[in-house]
């Protein structure tokens, strides 16, 4: 007897086995706060904690300061990333497995300053490194870079 391939169970079936991975990639840690001074978040989703050392950065974590305060994050790559007052960052995409050339880090960063120091990321595949900005994209071709983006007037 001839058996017909069914898409929809074969769908269903991908969708199944795969979503837990998915689900983990989602809640595993990319980096942690090191330093904080003064008032700071972090917000995933609908979730927003006031950061403190050892508060979990996940892909997608939006990092915010507020007057007067600094943020020092330290990524599994070893990136450095400190945060000046007023400023709101967001992880958009953070790839880092270097073993199947999977390396990406990308970011948005809509105001403040940040100092931004390369981790392994930036140093195996500089090109796939990038902060934007409302004025552009910075792309990393160094080692170690300072941007302000200040609010529209």
Do not use: C, H
């Not at 999977?102 to 390369?118: E, F, P, V």
């Amino acid at each position: 007897m001839k058996r017909r391939f069914n898409f929809r169970q074969a769908l269903a079936a991908l969708v199944l086995t795969t979503l837990p991975l998915f689900s983990q990639a989602q809640t595993e840690p990319i980096g942690y706060v090191k330093t904080v001074t003064g008032e700071a978040w972090v917000s995933n989703g609908a979730e927003r904690v006031r950061a403190q050392r050892g508060t979990p950065i996940l892909l997608g974590s939006q990092l915010r300061t507020q007057a007067g305060a600094s943020l020092g994050v330290s990524f599994k790559d070893n990136t450095l990333m400190s945060f000046g007052p007023d400023t709101e960052l967001t992880v958009d995409e953070y790839l880092y497995s270097p073993a199947d050339d999977q390396l990406k880090l990308s970011t948005r960063l809509m105001r403040g300053t940040l100092n931004y120091i390369a981790g392994v990321i930036a140093k195996l595949k500089p090109d796939a490194v990038s902060v934007r900005t409302p004025m552009g994209v910075i792309g990393v071709r160094g080692t170690q870079f300072l941007v302000k983006v200040e609010d529209e007037q």
